[in-house]
């Protein structure tokens, strides 16, 4: 993501659906190898967080915005 945003191949709108994607990749990765999922998405959210602090602002209001309407 990092990559493809540096390139300018990707879009705001984009970068934010791709964090719920990483998320959801976490998953069910971890379903699939027998993992606890809610772990597993806990710590991508950790590592994402800490990878991408100042680049992606957009990222973070998505995903602030879209926890708020799960919420």
Known sequence: MIAAS????????????????????????ASLIGGNGFIATFVAGLTFGHVAKDRFS??????????????
């Open 6 to 29: 540096t390139r300018k191949w990707t879009a705001g709108v984009y970068e934010g659906i791709s964090a719920l994607s990483i998320a959801a990749f976490a998953y069910l990765l």
């Open 58 to 71: 957009y990222v973070l209001e998505f995903t602030d915005g879209e926890g708020q309407v799960v919420m």
